[in-house]
């Protein structure tokens, strides 16, 4: 079996230069890294997991995840990742501290986050709401030196580590780009958004109108209303909007609730009105096979779950750092023809 000390006279360089390599330290040139990483795959060098996972429980490190509502159903799909990485690691002597929101307000993420600062956690992971006091709070583990990664929607001006999601923005103007394939000059759309806590909706309309202003502007975004990201909440809004009798030919939805929206346009919007949305929960897959949506929009759930808990198991067990400050996922269009 391949040791540090066989690795360092194969490659002629002390027992010291080799540990620094396969634990990604500073101090040493880059052609003597090669050197040694090359010669200890050929020599099919394993690390003593069971080593650092002793090192690690004597240090008592804890990652805290917090994650939106599971009665969200593409929560639920990250939860799947979240799982999927708590039991890759189970072994690694890391423990992890999970905490599933009851609310959607900043007020209620601000507690989790003192909670999970209360168990001194190691590494954060957190989907983070678009507020100055939950922006201030994530300054303080930057202060700590505390590694925060955020998944699904992200906040500017916290110091994190890393952002694992759609890029929102761009998104956005796919959405629009679709829109603008299937509707004539003059038509009129109408977006339903969620609350403004969420960054990743307000960019997805960002996009989107930025997309109509440069590429066709001769389609209107007639409207922009805002649902508490519920289904109730999306029917009570179309219906409204429809019933006033103002013009809509599309829906574009950045949030939740899509089953809502459609059941108010079958009842009170036209025959033949278009439908974008986000994400592939069963009543958006059921809607899609009724006819009712063009086209939804994928931002792989459960990436978002493991990607962020992989990430900073790199930086604590072998000290390795994310080299890239944005890992987007795929924007994966799904039309009723193409659903899994």
Do not use: W
Not at 69 to 90: N, T
């Amino acid at each position: 079996m391949a040791t540090i000390r066989s690795i360092a006279e194969a490659a002629n360089v002390s027992r010291g230069t080799v540990d620094k390599v396969l634990n990604d330290r500073p101090g040493v040139s880059t052609a003597v890294r090669e050197r040694v990483r090359q010669i200890a795959e050929e020599m099919g060098y394993k690390p003593n997991l069971a080593g650092k996972a002793l090192a690690f429980q004597k240090k008592d490190i804890r990652i805290g995840i917090l994650v939106p509502s599971a009665a969200d159903p593409l929560f639920l799909e990250v939860f799947e990742g979240v799982r999927r990485g708590i039991a890759e690691y189970a072994n690694f002597g890391i423990q992890f501290e999970v905490i599933e929101m009851t609310q959607s307000t900043a007020a209620h993420q601000l507690s989790c986050i003192h909670t999970l600062l209360d168990k001194k956690i190691s590494g954060l992971v957190i989907s983070p709401f678009d507020d100055e006091k939950v922006r201030q709070a994530l300054l303080e583990f930057r202060e700590l030196g505390i590694p925060v990664v955020t998944f699904n929607t992200d906040l500017s001006g916290i110091g994190r580590l890393c952002y694992v999601g759609q890029d929102s923005r761009r998104s956005g103007r796919v959405a629009a780009d679709l829109m603008c394939k299937v509707l004539p000059p003059g038509s009129n759309i109408v977006c339903i958004t969620g609350p403004a806590v969420f960054k990743s909706l307000s960019d997805r309309l960002a996009g989107f109108r930025s997309y109509l202003k440069s590429e066709c502007p001769e389609r209107m975004l007639a409207a922009v209303l805002h649902n508490d990201n519920t289904s109730e909440s999306a029917y009570e809004v179309t219906r409204d909007y429809l019933r006033s009798g103002k013009p809509a030919d599309a829906f574009y939805m950045t949030s939740s609730g899509i089953d809502g929206m459609a059941r108010a346009i079958r009842q009170f919007g036209k025959p033949g009105t278009r439908v974008v949305c986000f994400d592939m929960i069963p009543s958006t897959r059921q809607l899609m096979l009724a006819g009712q949506i063009d086209f939804s929009i994928l931002q792989e759930p459960e990436k978002q779950g493991y990607e962020p808990i992989k990430i900073l198991v790199d930086l604590l067990f072998y000290n390795r750092k994310v080299t890239e400050k944005y890992q987007f996922t795929r924007i994966d269009i799904r039309t009723r023809e193409n659903i899994d």
